[in-house]
């Protein structure tokens, strides 16, 4: 994921503050990309409290895809769980369509993994059992509760507290849906393809183990700092091709022996 250079963030976030010159939202800085929308740091000047806030831009969606943020506003007003990020609303301009959300200030998931494997320090046992739970417990709410949130990865894994591993927050809801027998959203392709299950490739009726099998990549990556199990760095191929309904793992030569299950 690439970031706008500083210069247009600057101009982008002047642009949008006149947009919002008539709310209680002032945007402060750019933090990333989300589905469907920019993502930034604001301040809610009624509330005197710092918020995230996502922007989409009308005219870049058809029709249905503003549903889908409509929809996404929805589930997460729905939503109450210590470790999802919390709603706080929607609202919007003629050209735009703003959702304000928690501010999650500890960094993601892949930040702090990429840390780690640059200074060489592995998560150990107790680490990744703090990370592995706080995401476990959330698929496990969204599940009981007939949701599919459908794009799980370290990016969508935010830290409240980089320095406490179970104040994990998960966030972008922009894909995720609510899970009807024979829903026909629950055929899309959709996703990232590295974290992607297979049966979301084939365009037939999948279901709630697409969270289960993000959840695996995961913590693959998280034992072998960053490595996938079924796609190399370099290789051409597309990441689900050499996946197939019988396969096997190969484990690294240094994965901690409680991996190996």
Request: net charge neutral; charged share 25%; aromatic share 10%.
């Amino acid at each position: 994921m690439s970031f706008p250079p500083p210069s247009d963030c600057l101009k982008e976030i002047s642009h949008l503050n006149k947009d919002l010159q008539d709310t209680a939202y002032e945007l402060q800085s750019f933090l990333g990309f989300g589905s469907f929308g920019k993502v930034f740091q604001a301040f809610d000047k009624k509330n005197h409290q710092p918020c995230a806030i996502k922007v989409y831009i009308k005219g870049e969606f058809k029709q249905n895809l503003q549903e889908i943020i409509y929809d996404e506003a929805n589930l997460l007003k729905s939503l109450n769980h210590p470790n999802i990020v919390r709603f706080h609303g929607l609202f919007e301009t003629s050209n735009r369509i703003y959702l304000v959300m928690e501010l999650i200030s500890g960094g993601s998931l892949k930040t702090l993994l990429e840390k780690r494997k640059n200074a060489n320090q592995r998560f150990t046992e107790e680490e990744l059992k703090k990370m592995m739970n706080g995401i476990m417990n959330v698929v496990r709410y969204l599940h009981e509760n007939e949701i599919v949130h459908r794009d799980l990865k370290p990016e969508n894994i935010l830290l409240q507290d980089p320095d406490d591993l179970s104040s994990i927050k998960i966030i972008d809801f922009g894909l995720s849906v609510k899970f009807i027998d024979m829903n026909k959203n629950l055929y899309l392709n959709c996703g990232t393809p590295l974290f992607a299950a297979p049966e979301l490739k084939k365009y037939k009726i999948y279901s709630k183990p697409v969270d289960i099998w993000s959840c695996g990549i995961i913590f693959y990556e998280l034992c072998t700092m960053g490595e996938h199990p079924f796609h190399r760095r370099g290789v051409k191929e597309k990441p689900n091709e050499a996946v197939e309904e019988n396969f096997t793992i190969k484990y690294p030569e240094d994965l901690p022996p409680y991996v190996k299950t």
